[in-house]
Nanobody, 124 residues
Framework: QVQLQESGGGSAQAGGSLRLSCAASGYTYSSICMGWFRQAPGQEREGIAKMNTGSSGLYYADSVKGRFTISRDNGKNTVFLQMNSLKPEDTATYFC?????????????????WGQGTQVTVSS
């Protein structure tokens, strides 16, 4: 059973930065697909970044491309989301998710495992 634990959420001013972490445990594959999603109140969950931990492919939604960076530390089984140039519209609960492999797009149904989420609030 894969378990995911996010950390690093909080508050920031517009234009500021935050870094989220997701510690993964319980998987036996040499690589898995790790993704970051976010959900604002009253809105659908949105996929924003993902990567396969065993390859170099990185994928971003247009809404965060050029501002957010997903990276990993395989030795610590941890995936990060560096968020720069934050905007008030980035305010949401951010979730880490995992799947056996990365598929096209950011469908929530492709990801079997989810963290509990961490709140990010950006003020203007």
């Amino acid at each position: 059973q894969v378990q995911l634990q996010e950390s690093g959420g909080g508050s920031a001013q517009a234009g500021g930065s935050l870094r989220l972490s997701c510690a993964a445990s319980g998987y036996t594959y040499s690589s898995i697909c790790m993704g970051w999603f976010r959900q604002a109140p009253g809105q659908e969950r949105e996929g924003i970044a993902k990567m396969n931990t065993g390859s170099s492919g990185l994928y971003y939604a247009d809404s965060v491309k050029g501002r957010f960076t997903i990276s990993r530390d395989n030795g610590k089984n941890t995936v990060f989301l560096q968020m720069n140039s934050l905007k008030p519209e980035d305010t949401a609960t951010y979730f880490c998710a995992a799947a056996d492999f990365c598929q096209r797009g950011f469908r929530t149904t492709d990801f079997l495992y989810w963290g509990q989420g961490t709140q990010v609030t950006v003020s203007s």
